[in-house]
């Protein structure tokens, strides 16, 4: 049987010959041979174009119909003998041309599939280039922020430094008078003078370190935002070229059938069969807008105080994730947290009787080390880094007097040397008390007594109180928004938070249950609240939002167990009450669960 047409390429494979012409493919002597050499080895049936001359070698006579019955070429003989009624008989020509229209529609069929994997390769194609120039531009803006951050702290840089030599100047100019007497003291101003130089440069160094890793952060943020595109994408285009490259060899397939009469008589359909399968499986794969939509609703959250720059890139919103749990030392009995100073720097007080100390935590190395030795009739409850380089502590004490309080609001550098105390009017009865502060985006002192219904604002500078916010009940306040507002909750257990405002004007946010702490995310102003849900002897407490840009919402973020499951509720209470949840720059969120520090994470992803 031949199987291909004659070509121009071909050389005949017969003993002794070169023939490139008139050469045909035999299928049964697996070769190829000019006519000549084909009639010498006796082989039969060649296929030519133009017409079947299709062959039997059982009868020794041509091919002239076709049993669609058995699907088989029959001889005259044949159909007498072996193919006579019930089987269906017509003429060969006939069945080949209804077998190569079927083949050809076959064919038609594969190629539009290939028109239509063209046609998603090119929205993938377009879907890589959208996405790809969305997170440069998003790269572009971020450096600009940045840059422009970096450029504002240069200059506070070389004001700063201005004023101190200014300063410097004008007191030697003073002291020429004693020669002696100005020598003296212009050396040791002199010496004041580097020192505060060397304070300002390292101030500044550190300023500019925050700003640069805050660049790095982001940046490593958008890279891995990037790389899962990048992965999501090849898995798109991998897949797409398996299809293709299935469908281009079934339409080679065809068009080799096609080319051969005996192939279409015999083979059709097997490849038919084969095919068909083939093009029936589904074109599948996950729509782009999985890729596009998500990518497309990535941002550059910028802080929502002074500190444009120190945001975040976010993007999808899930429920956090807990990453890390770190185990509290030894010396640490029952850690509450306090405060932060920074992204890595956590504030703890050791709220065990007796001990009292506060820690800062790294949590990096997670490292703790002792900051502030309790006396034993104080300890810090509360702390926020005071205008970069100093942290502000409200704290716990006993043995007041007087109608001042004394050594319940402590400033500290960042080396935490005691600089000073600053005072507010004493309002409890009692001979102890709380004090929770904060700072707001002007830098003042924000401060408030527990169960007392004033909230003082207080200038650092001087330790003046510049307005006292008077709260239609009593109060714990918990912390203050960009906007200046002041997040408080009424004492005791309470479905309520208010947001009050510095004239006192209170907007109050019901919540249930009952809300035990509150905190507020600095680079978004979303508000969270703290609860214990408590069902028979298990306890869990919840993390919920419950305001995000402006709106009042309810949605459970993360939950921990208490570690001191055993412990009486308002026990338990209490503790909720005095450690915070704190919300970092970054995306992270740190809580404690009575004797570890936990951290959870805010991600990204296409899910």
Not at 82 to 96: L, T
Not at 561 to 567: E, G, N, S, T
Request: proline residues 2%.
């Amino acid at each position: 049987m031949a199987a291909n047409f004659s070509s121009a390429g071909d050389i005949c494979a017969g003993e002794n010959c070169e023939a490139i012409t008139n050469v045909t493919y035999y299928v049964k002597e697996k070769k190829k041979l000019c006519d000549d050499c084909a009639s010498k080895e006796g082989c039969i049936g060649k296929a030519r174009k133009g017409g079947s001359n299709l062959y039997c070698r059982k009868h020794d006579e041509a091919i002239k119909l076709y049993c669609k019955t058995h699907d088989v070429a029959l001889c005259y003989s044949c159909a007498m003998i072996d193919h006579q009624q019930p089987c269906v008989r017509r003429d060969i020509e006939g069945a080949i041309m209804e077998n190569k229209a079927s083949l050809n529609d076959l064919k038609e069929k594969a190629k539009k599939k290939l028109e239509l994997c063209r046609l998603h390769g090119d929205e993938i194609r377009q879907c890589k280039e959208d996405t790809n120039t969305h997170l440069q531009a998003l790269t572009k803006k971020v450096d600009s922020v940045i840059n422009e951050a970096i450029k504002i702290d240069k200059e506070r840089e070389k004001e700063d430094a201005a004023k101190i030599n200014q300063e410097v100047e004008e007191k030697n100019q003073t002291l020429q008078e004693e020669i002696q007497k100005i020598n003296d003291k212009i050396r040791k101003n002199g010496q004041n003078r580097e020192k505060r130089l060397e304070l300002n440069r390292k101030n500044a160094k550190r300023r500019r370190e925050k700003i640069d890793n805050k660049q790095n952060g982001l940046q490593t943020d958008i890279k891995n935002i990037d790389e899962m595109r990048e992965r999501k994408i090849g898995e798109w285009e991998n897949s797409l070229q398996d299809i293709i490259k299935t469908t281009e060899t079934a339409v080679h397939t065809l068009d080799t059938i096609l080319e051969d009469d005996q192939s279409v008589v015999k083979d059709w359909h097997l490849v038919y069969t084969s095919v068909s399968d083939e093009l029936r499986k589904q074109l599948y794969y996950e729509h782009v807008s999985t890729v596009t939509v998500p990518i497309s609703g990535v941002r550059f959250v910028q802080g929502a105080g002074r500190e444009k720059y120190d945001g975040r890139i976010d993007g999808n919103d899930r429920q956090w994730q807990h990453i890390d749990t770190i185990k509290s030392k030894d010396n640490i009995t029952h850690p509450i947290i306090v405060g932060y100073i920074d992204e890595c720097n956590v504030i703890i007080t050791d709220d065990m009787f007796g001990s009292d100390h506060t820690y800062m935590l790294d949590l990096t190395t997670k490292h703790t080390q002792r900051v502030i030795t309790s006396s034993g009739t104080s300890c810090v409850i509360s702390s926020a880094l005071l205008n970069h380089d100093k942290v502000v502590c409200g704290k716990y004490r006993k043995g007041c007097t007087g109608d001042i309080l004394t050594g319940c609001i402590s400033v500290y550098d960042r080396q935490w040397k005691h600089i000073n105390d600053v005072t507010i009017p004493r309002n409890t009865t009692g001979d102890s008390t709380r004090v929770n502060v904060a700072v707001d985006q002007d830098g003042m002192i924000i401060a408030a007594e527990w169960f007392q219904s004033n909230i003082y604002v207080i200038n650092p500078a001087d330790g003046k109180i510049m307005n006292t916010i008077t709260c239609k009940e009593n109060i714990i306040m918990s912390d203050v928004l960009s906007s200046g507002h002041i997040i408080a909750q009424p004492s005791g257990l309470d479905h309520r938070v208010f947001i009050v405002d510095r004239q006192g004007a209170e907007t109050a946010i019901t919540h249930s249950p009952s809300v035990d702490n509150a905190c507020v995310d600095p680079t978004t102003d979303e508000l969270y609240v703290v609860t214990l849900l408590h069902e028979e002897e298990f306890r869990t407490c919840l993390i919920n939002r419950v305001m995000s840009g402006g709106d009042i919402e309810n949605q459970m973020v993360a939950s921990f167990v208490p570690f001191r499951q055993w412990v009486p509720l308002p026990q338990l209470y209490d503790f909720l009450q005095s450690s915070k949840v704190l919300i970092t720059s970054s995306g992270k969120m740190i809580a404690c669960n009575g004797k570890n520090i936990l951290v959870f994470k805010n991600g990204f992803s296409f899910d």
